[in-house]
Each structure stands twice: as C-alpha cells, then as structure tokens.
C-alpha cells in the first residue's frame, strides 16, 4: 500500500492489521496494512481472536503452574 492511497478507502473494503498490535504488529507500518473485503475481514478477525484466546490461554495456564 502506497502512503498516497493510505486514506483512499476502496468501496466495500475494510483497512486491516496483518499482524495484530496485540501480538507485536507495528500500528503505523504500512506493510502491516492491506484491504480485505468485509468476508474477508470477518474471517481475519476471527482467525486472529482464536490465536489470541490460544495465547491467553497458554499464558495463564505457565502463571498458575509457577504459582505452585
């Protein structure tokens, strides 16, 4: 994606974080951002909320067994 076209929003396109800021995607990086249709947007998101609960998940779990 260009810096020119950054702000041209195509018809029935969503703007979406390649790598998600959560699990160390860069917020301004161009090369982070691509279009999706809105299928395609709902397919990512639920992809990276299902990496991000398995993660979570995982995190907790190392937590609770260094407790003991």
Request: aromatic share 8%.
């Amino acid at each position: 994606m260009s810096a020119k076209n950054r702000y041209l929003r195509p018809k029935g396109m969503e703007l979406f974080e390649i790598t998600p800021v959560i699990v160390g995607g860069d917020p301004v990086g161009l090369e982070n951002k691509t279009w999706l249709t809105r299928q395609e947007h709902f397919e990512a998101v639920r992809y990276w909320n299902r990496v991000i609960g398995i993660l979570c998940k995982a995190a907790l779990e190392k937590a609770a067994r260094a407790e003991e």
